[in-house]
């Protein structure tokens, strides 16, 4: 039997809880949804949340929610998945690409500083396999700028930065709850904000623009058609389903992310004199989610295809996006660096001790 790299694990409260909609008659966007953006946000710390149907519909309408001026440019990280940098491109903006550092794979402050023009719109800002960047440097670094951030928090739900959770320390940071995330849905994502207008627009935002959604519209049952459309809105909505499993499965998280911690912290253990590989760097004054367990080694796809042929599945997260034809590829020696000597390895809640026993035995014999 292989060993996956991700495996999702449903909470048997969930699998209830989806009946229980199901059984409701009322699917879509509707109280479960409101439901779980108040407990999501309550989680968080941060005073509102909008539930979406994907991580990449939230970045979308972050870039959305900004307005800043056409063709402006958006400081990006290069090592991510690639909806991070088209969501810059579906609003007509230009990626600009700074570097990472070399020991965590989050974007380097200094490298962003370098970037900024007077073209430059926002940074996005991405917590690499849920370690949360240098956050404080980065606010000041905008600050200073006179430039907003978006948070792409997709890898880090759960995790904590100086004793506040992800997701609380700026004003918008985007989430999800796809199949293999830590807080899964089964797909979906949410924004979390801090300005009652910036909720306002987004809800009329991911419902085509539409002023009032079809269960605001609909009291004690009887229906009314009338609503007005503010702006072009898009098809972006939480249904009631995916939010009843959000609402099920968050009761569980801290202790899933504790046992990713012990999972994380037995592969540090094993892996940690092993010649030709480096751990990341981990700062006592955050905590990561572990969505992601990254090693970088040298003759990286030799040990791919070893752990491959030993019935272990790994990864490698990511090739860089500015090398992709859509984009336009940049000096970035720290990236090269880290990409080209990438795995990531098993994560998830059903992986075993012995399994992890099993994975790292297989490193530490060389490839």
Not at 34 to 48: H, N, R, S, T, V
Not at 130 to 150: H, K, M, Q, S, V
Not at 203 to 224: H, M, P, Q, S, V
Not at 341 to 366: A, N, W
Request: proline share 5%; aromatic share 10%.
């Amino acid at each position: 039997m292989r060993i996956p790299l991700f495996r999702p694990t449903i909470h048997p409260e969930a699998i209830e809880a989806v009946k229980e909609v199901l059984n409701s008659g009322w699917l879509g966007l509707g109280p479960k949804t409101q439901a779980f953006e108040k407990a999501f946000a309550g989680y968080i710390g941060a005073p509102y949340c909008v539930g979406l149907n994907s991580c990449t519909s939230a970045l979308h309408l972050s870039l959305r929610l900004l307005d800043i001026p056409p063709g402006s440019e958006v400081i990006t990280t290069p090592l991510t998945f690639v909806s991070t940098n088209h969501a810059i491109l579906y609003e007509k903006f230009k990626p600009v690409f700074a570097d990472v550092q070399p020991d965590t794979g989050n974007l380097d402050v200094e490298s962003v500083t370098k970037r900024i023009t007077e073209q430059t719109g926002a940074i996005m800002l991405v917590h690499y396999g849920g370690n949360p960047a240098d956050i404080d440097e980065f606010y000041a670094l905008a600050r200073n700028a006179g430039i907003p951030i978006i948070e792409d928090c997709a890898h880090a739900c759960g995790a904590i930065y100086r004793g506040k959770r992800i997701g609380s320390h700026g004003q918008i940071h985007a989430f999800s709850f796809d199949p293999v995330k830590n807080l899964t849905m089964g797909g979906g994502g949410a924004l979390t904000i801090r300005s009652q207008d910036h909720d306002s627009r987004l809800r009329r935002l991911r419902w085509l623009g539409i002023d009032a959604d079809t269960f605001k519209r609909t009291d004690n049952r009887i229906y009314k058609w009338e609503y007005h459309v503010t702006e072009v809105g898009f098809n972006y909505f939480m249904s009631d389903i995916k939010a009843a499993i959000g609402l099920a499965q968050l009761s569980h998280l801290d202790e899933d992310n504790a046992r990713r911690a012990v999972i994380a912290g037995q592969y540090r253990q094993r892996l940690s004199n092993v010649p030709g590989i480096r751990l990341l760097s981990y700062q006592d004054d955050r905590k990561s989610s572990y969505h992601l367990f990254s090693i970088l080694a040298e003759k990286r796809d030799k040990l791919v295809d070893k752990l491959r042929d030993a019935g272990v599945d790994v990864g490698v997260h990511y090739q860089r996006n500015d090398q992709y034809p859509m984009y336009e590829e940049q000096d970035l020696p720290n990236t090269e660096y880290f990409w080209k000597r990438e795995i990531s390895l098993p994560m998830h809640l059903q992986l075993t001790d012995e399994q992890v026993d099993y994975i790292t035995g297989i490193i530490q014999k060389g490839w």
